[in-house]
């Protein structure tokens, strides 16, 4: 795991606070983001997992091919959004576990479809 550390600079360069993180290596999980109508990728959505119990945070972003890679524990909660689509929270494991026609297709987190939003009219 990578160490990472960041220093919060106030004023007139004087340190107010410091934090450090794990990062989880890459490629720790993966899963697919898709469009509940359709069944197609969704590129751009903005995937962010948080882990209640540590405060460990990972965001990534779909690819065209709707793939993503992040990091997840034990009652993590994952978000999903992207613009044009209905935001969702789902807990891992409860409601991330892949399917085994998913776990064959080498996905460690279930397939996530999202529901398409209207936008509003300008």
């Known amino acids: 795991m990578t ?8 004023g007139l360069g004087l340190v107010a606070a ?4 794990s ?8 899963g697919e983001v898709r469009d509940a109508s ?3 990728a ?11 119990a540590t405060g460990q945070e990972v965001e990534s972003v779909s690819d065209s091919s709707g793939s993503y890679g992040t990091g997840v524990g ?3 909660i994952v978000v ?12 891992w494991p409860e409601e991330l576990s892949p399917s ?3 776990t064959k297709r080498g996905l460690t987190l279930r397939v996530v479809a999202l529901e398409p939003r209207p936008l509003p009219k300008r």
Not at 3 to 8: E, I, W
Not at 80 to 91: E, F, P, T
């Open 100 to 102: 085994d026609a998913e």
């Open 38 to 40: 359709t069944g197609k």
């Open 23 to 30: 990062i989880p290596p890459m490629g720790g999980v993966r």
């Open 80 to 91: 999903y959004c992207a613009y044009g689509y209905r935001a969702v929270a789902l807990r």
């Open 18 to 21: 410091t934090a450090t993180w």
């Open 74 to 76: 034990n009652g993590a």
């Open 3 to 10: 160490m990472r550390s960041v220093a919060a600079v106030v």
């Open 42 to 52: 969704i590129r751009g959505v903005m995937v962010h997992s948080f882990h209640d």
